[in-house]
């Protein structure tokens, strides 16, 4: 199984009295200096439209209110500004040099595996579940390295979210193009990963790329249409689902980095009950107005209610 690509960038600027230019194609941290002698760390050509994390690291400080340390944000949107530095003199500059990495997600130390996700197929529909989990985490043995749940139907047979998000990836999908066992991808074959409110992810792949329903920033809900169920062989179709969160990893030198994704296997709200699927059994799926409100605002809520008269 492919981990989620890891998108980072790192790149080191000295800073006298104006910062140095950089170019990159990816995000990029800028610097702003005020009238005040204040200092502005900013983002840049950040088109990436789910939450990005960025570390900031500080170094040869002077005449400034901060210590020497590294910085971890998280930042939504272009132009979002990161952190200001305030002189201790105010009639004299800061002096201080910086460097910065981002990272696409966020960083999450645990999650709630108890959330309950609706599954991907139409409320009613009757689904044969495969799952595939290894070795199990030695903290709960619902937590694993890697775990795919495959919900197999019918060739047109649409996919839906199972929980609020934020689109922030659709493409080809290359679950398998790098394991060198020869076997065939169709072509037609695409992914899709959403961003959920607290932070999880969810890839969505096995899908028919000419039935794409959504493309990257569009916001999701239980039950929003994303696209039709694919094949690897053109003849078994289905989805394939993976739900997980980056961790934080320690370096020796106290500084951080993102640690592989780890998978969980979430709660699901089936006909039969909330419960975790196992594998070659069939469930019937359901959506209540429950589910698809849960993670609204009230104002959205109102909004939904207006529109159903």
Not at 270 to 288: D, F, I, P
Request: a positive charge.
């Amino acid at each position: 199984m492919k981990r989620i690509a890891l998108l980072a960038l790192l790149v080191f600027t000295a800073v006298s009295a104006a910062a140095q230019s950089s170019s990159s194609s990816q995000a990029k941290v800028s610097v702003r200096r005020q009238s005040n002698n204040t200092v502005e760390f900013f983002v840049e050509d950040k088109t990436y439209p789910g939450t990005s994390t960025v570390w900031l690291y500080l170094k040869n400080l002077s005449n400034c209110t901060e210590n020497e340390r590294p910085f971890r944000r998280e930042v939504q949107s272009d132009k979002e500004r990161i952190l200001t530095l305030r002189p201790a003199d105010a009639s004299r500059p800061v002096g201080f040099s910086y460097a910065y990495r981002f990272f696409n997600g966020r960083l999450l130390s645990s999650v709630d595996s108890t959330y309950i996700y609706c599954m991907p197929v139409a409320a009613g529909k009757e689904v044969r579940v495969v799952r595939y989990d290894p070795k199990p985490d030695e903290i709960d043995k619902r937590i694993r390295e890697s775990i795919i749940f495959t919900f197999q139907g019918e060739k047109g047979d649409t996919v839906f979210a199972m929980r609020r998000g934020k689109v922030v990836r659709v493409g080809d999908d290359d679950t398998y193009k790098r394991t060198g066992q020869g076997i065939k991808i169709s072509e037609n074959a695409a992914g899709i990963q959403i961003e959920h409110p607290d932070g999880t992810m969810a890839r969505y792949s096995c899908l028919d790329h000419s039935g794409m329903m959504v493309a990257p920033g569009d916001e999701v809900f239980p039950g929003t249409p994303l696209a039709f169920m694919g094949s690897y062989d053109d003849k078994k179709y289905g989805v394939r689902v993976e739900i997980g969160w980056y961790g934080i990893k320690i370096n020796d030198d106290g500084s951080e980095r993102p640690a592989p994704v780890k998978h969980f296997a979430p709660v699901f709200a089936t006909a039969e009950g909330n419960m975790v699927l196992e594998t070659r059994n069939t469930y019937t799926a359901v959506v209540s107005e429950e589910l698809v409100t849960k993670e609204m605002s009230k104002k959205e809520i109102k909004a939904r209610a207006g529109n159903k008269k």
